[in-house]
């Protein structure tokens, strides 16, 4: 399998330009999270879909940021406008339950936000 | 939801050293899992820890969950400079149900 898939890799943007990450789970994943990580906050749940529904955007920032995911296979994490604060890296992870329930995570979207 | 904290922050350890990262919760976790985070890579998951008092080993990886399952350690014997990265320490929101809270992790560096 080739694993949690997310592009871009890294991205650099302008304050109030649009940024969004894209996301592949792994093929058979029923639940489907993105995480945002910085050095001061360390890993921050944002959001997390089970079978394509969301079921808890609580740690979402604010109105800018939204997430979809149309399809069992690609979800998207969206920022408009876009700030220097939301500078991070962005993973993207899925899980297949009830299993171990662990967590296999992508490599990252690193944003940065001038 | 539910929150761990772990401590050492960071952790700076010449090779062969031994090294123990702490998690600890305010109240009773159901589980916990603990991640490994190369430097600039992604958490790769290691192990989950569900029953009370359980001790599980990886080669010179030891991870225990205490008998309240309040707290959990991971503990590296003999490290080496591949032992380097973050090491996260995992619960179940249980608000939420699945989603796991992450604690701020330690970081560990291994000098030759």
């Known amino acids: 399998d080739a694993g949690v898939i997310q592009s871009p890799r890294h991205e650099v943007t302008e304050m109030g330009q649009e940024v969004t990450l894209r996301c592949k789970p792994i093929s058979g994943h029923d639940y489907l999270f993105w995480y945002r990580q910085t050095m001061m906050r360390g890993l921050e749940l944002l959001i997390y879909?089970?079978?394509?529904?969301?079921?808890?955007d609580s740690g979402m920032p604010e109105d800018r940021f939204s997430a979809k995911m149309p399809n069992a296979s690609f979800s998207t994490l969206k920022i408009q406008p876009s700030e220097p604060r939301d500078s991070a890296v962005y993973f993207c992870?899925?899980?297949?339950?009830?299993?171990?329930?662990?967590?296999?995570f992508g490599e990252g979207s690193r944003l940065t936000v001038l | 939801g539910q929150q761990v904290m772990q401590i050492p922050q960071y952790q700076h350890v010449q090779e062969g050293e031994d090294f123990t990262t702490y998690c600890n919760s305010s109240?009773?976790?159901?589980?916990i899992q603990w991640y490994k985070q190369r430097p600039g890579g992604h958490p790769v998951f290691l192990i989950q820890?569900?029953?009370?008092?359980e001790v599980k080993k990886q080669k010179r990886l030891t991870f225990q969950f205490g008998e309240a399952k309040k707290n959990s350690s991971l503990h590296i014997t003999a490290t080496q400079t591949t032992d380097v990265g973050t090491y996260f320490c995992a619960c179940r929101n249980s608000n939420s149900g699945y989603a796991l809270n992450f604690g701020k992790g330690t970081s560990l560096l291994v000098t030759p």
């Open positions: 109240t009773t976790l159901s589980n």
């Open positions: 992870a899925s899980s297949l339950v009830p299993l171990t329930g662990e967590l296999f």
């Open positions: 820890l569900v029953k009370s008092g």
């Open positions: 879909f089970n079978n394509n529904v969301p079921i808890d």
